[in-house]
């Protein structure tokens, strides 16, 4: 779900039912196909938000949220432009409601590792794991924390504050009082549209301070700050997510009740899930000690002084992958063919491995090539719209690298003169959407819940990259 901004429930509207009678197709092939998402308390989800989005801009002692941020992002909504985002109505509610009623797993962040077994169940992955981020004494006391008081709502919370949150949210006051007051001594801009250095409450608001809410520009000052308690902060960002609250609940009840019905074998997958993640943390490590020229002749790969690849023309992405900084097993560069590029899609959507140490180590287990028959990220809607143009296709290859076999591929592309034009697919797609809408009761129940918002007047952004 591409959440960049708008004012649209683009995912809700198009995106949505397209997924469902994909999932209809792939699974009457044969294939397992399955809807799943994460969800977070809506409270740590919005002071995550702030941390990534907001930070020194408004630090968390004056910030008061935009308004189900979660339930927000999950309909391709904004959540930026604090001051002008408004409640999600009842309409919104009953809509996301829907569409994860449609979903065949949302999970938990705060069960994780949960999540992830019933994940593999449904996926058909016998022996799942992944490499553990920060996973030291204090994150880990700090999470099984969370676990405890995420199953409880705001009235709670609010009335009786576990201090395990109220310490994080002090941590985090603190860090932001700091940066904001950095911000303002160093006269930062950012993309701040107001005089350097001042909060941005007027993209980033509202600004609670004392003298009442307000979403001019102001200045930061150091003894109101200090002055807001981590209760106080807590009260204000439960007023918050009126709708984020009840969705979450919902969702995590049933997600519990998964948890049950997956018997006492669950804790057991889940040691050795985090087992198997140890040992994977060891393999990285070990593989980070070795040098990358030995590990690249052992590929056959060749590491770039000045790698570059630019995706639809849009700003390149150039590294040199002998900097120190620059880890190639941790992005899989030896065996991935062209993938050392960036996860900001326009510099790279033709490659295929992100830059995070999540995907070390370097299996070396089969060199991986992907191939297109046109760049899809170019931004050329006339082609499709006007042209016969067929859409992008990629075919991904897998040769074994440790002894001698038959590469191993996905279907092949069909040929330029054999491929149907993009227009008429879409045209053969949609006729059969509305005829899926109504023979699917679950399509059914999204198109009743999503009545309320309007249609585009035209379908020309199905053929926009962006």
Not at 141 to 169: G, H, K, N, V
Not at 198 to 222: N, V
Request: hydrophobic content about 35%.
């Amino acid at each position: 779900i591409h959440i960049g901004g708008g004012g649209y429930e683009q995912f809700l509207k198009y995106t949505l039912p397209d997924l469902l009678l994909l999932r209809s197709k792939l699974r009457a092939a044969g294939c397992r196909c399955n809807l799943v998402t994460l969800l977070r308390h809506p409270l740590l989800q919005h002071l995550s938000w702030h941390r990534h989005f907001v930070n020194e801009r408004v630090p968390l002692c004056f910030w008061n949220s935009p308004h189900d941020c979660q339930s927000r992002m999950s309909m391709a909504l904004a959540c930026h432009g604090g001051p002008s985002v408004r409640p999600l109505t009842r309409d919104h509610r009953t809509a996301v409601q829907a569409m994860w009623d449609a979903f065949d797993l949302v999970g938990m962040t705060e069960h994780f590792d949960s999540f992830l077994v019933l994940l593999a169940d449904l996926a058909g992955l016998q022996r799942p794991f992944y490499r553990i981020q920060l996973g030291t004494a204090e994150t880990t006391a700090a999470r099984e924390a969370t676990r405890r008081w995420s199953a409880r709502t705001c009235a709670s919370l609010t009335a009786d504050p576990p201090q395990a949150l109220l310490e994080y949210i002090r941590k985090r006051m603190a860090a932001t009082a700091k940066a904001a007051a950095g911000f303002r001594a160093r006269k930062g801009k950012g993309d701040s549209r107001g005089p350097a250095g001042m909060m941005d409450c007027a993209g980033y608001g509202p600004c609670e301070l004392p003298a009442g809410s307000t979403t001019q520009y102001s200045w930061f000052e150091r003894d109101q700050c200090d002055a807001v308690t981590a209760e106080a902060v807590l009260s204000r960002l439960c007023g918050r997510i009126a709708s984020d609250e009840p969705l979450y609940l919902t969702a995590r009840e049933r997600f519990e009740q998964r948890r049950r019905a997956a018997g006492a074998s669950l804790p057991q997958r889940v040691e050795l899930l985090r087992a198997e993640g140890a040992a994977l943390e060891e393999r990285a490590m070990r593989q980070q000690a070795e040098r990358p020229s030995d590990l690249a002749a052992a590929a056959g790969a060749r590491l770039k002084r000045a790698y570059r690849m630019s995706s639809g023309g849009g700003v390149p992405w150039v590294v040199d992958e002998h900097a120190s900084w620059y880890k190639p097993h941790e992005r899989a560069r030896y065996s991935c063919v062209n993938c050392s590029g960036d996860v900001v899609p326009e510099k790279d959507l033709v490659g295929c491995w992100p830059l995070w140490p999540q995907f070390g180590p370097d299996e070396l287990e089969f060199r991986c090539v992907r191939r297109w028959t046109s760049d899809p990220g170019e931004q050329a809607p006339h082609k499709y719209m006007q042209g016969r143009a067929p859409l992008p296709c990629w075919r991904t290859c897998w040769t074994p690298l440790k002894s001698p076999g038959a590469e191993r591929c996905t279907a092949a592309c069909p040929s330029a003169e054999s491929a149907e034009p993009a227009v008429e697919w879409r045209a053969r797609w949609d006729a059969e959407l509305h005829s899926f809408k109504e023979r699917d009761g679950t399509a059914r129940d999204v198109e009743r819940a999503t009545g309320f918002i309007r249609r585009l007047p035209n379908s020309d952004f199905f053929w926009s990259v962006y």
